[in-house]
């Protein structure tokens, strides 16, 4: 996990409510990613960004917004449209776009709506 | 398209014995493929990967993985499971074109390693 910080750990949501969640890399690299985990359903990609002040949605964006106005920064709004926000958070990392690398994960944020 | 098997939801072994994790791959053209560990409440932390090269891959904590071709198979394997090695995996792909950077997960197998 060392290089890539999430925060908070646990975050609770009143239904209705956006909540913003934290991604803060230190390894200068390029990329950036958000990944939803629900428990038997592996990791689905939420938004991911290649450069600064750039974005793509991925395979399940709706009820989420991203922005990347720093390199160092790539932080997710859930906001109240998403319909079932319940389930833990993963942002990742590569250095560069090139299809080799390695992508590197912080320690995640659960999330949990009350 | 790329897209990852992992057939078995939970895999039991004793302390002691072989461990073996199956994953099968499909992609359009050369397949990067990735092995992953993931504890409790923890994020997922990189085991090793297979690019190019030779089919048998080594990667952390004495993991290796074996790249099938015929078989687009990359089953993660270690001689002697202990019982800290109890934990979810994921196997990763990713289609070998300039410019894709996403990852294709599977689903996750638990590994229960039993004292």
């Known amino acids: 996990d060392g290089g890539i910080t999430q925060s908070p750990k646990y975050l609770f949501r009143k239904e ?5 969640l934290s991604c803060e890399q230190n390894l200068n690299h390029d990329a950036m990613y958000w ?12 938004y ?28 997710l709004t859930v906001t109240s449209a998403q319909k079932n926000p319940t389930a833990f958070y993963l942002c990742a990392t590569t250095g560069t776009e090139r299809s080799t690398d390695t ?11 009350l | 398209a790329q897209s990852v098997a992992q057939p078995e939801d939970q895999v039991n072994v004793a302390e002691g014995n072989p461990l073996t994790v199956k994953c ?8 990067y493929l990735f ?5 409790p409440n923890r994020g997922l932390q990189f085991l090793l990967k297979y690019i190019t090269g030779d089919n048998l891959v ?10 099938n071709k015929s078989q687009t198979s990359f089953h993660l394997k270690k001689p002697s499971a202990l019982v800290s090695d109890s934990a979810l995996y994921f196997c990763a792909v990713r289609d070998g074109y300039y410019g894709n950077n996403r990852l294709a ?10 004292p």
């Open chain 2, 105 to 114: 997960f599977g689903k996750g197998n638990q590994v229960v390693v039993i």
């Open chain 1, 103 to 113: 992508q590197y994960f912080g320690p995640g944020t659960r999330l949990t709506v």
């Open chain 1, 16 to 20: 209705g409510q956006n909540v913003t």
């Open chain 2, 24 to 31: 099968t791959y499909s992609v359009s053209g050369n397949p």
């Open chain 2, 58 to 67: 080594k990667g952390s904590y004495g993991f290796e993985a074996e790249f």
């Open chain 1, 48 to 75: 991911y960004s290649q450069i600064v002040n750039d974005f793509q949605k991925g395979d399940i964006a709706e009820g989420y917004s991203v922005s990347r106005e720093k390199k160092e920064s790539f932080p």
């Open chain 2, 35 to 39: 092995w992953y560990v993931q504890y």
């Open chain 1, 35 to 46: 990944y939803r985990q629900d428990p038997g359903q592996g990791l689905r990609l939420i």
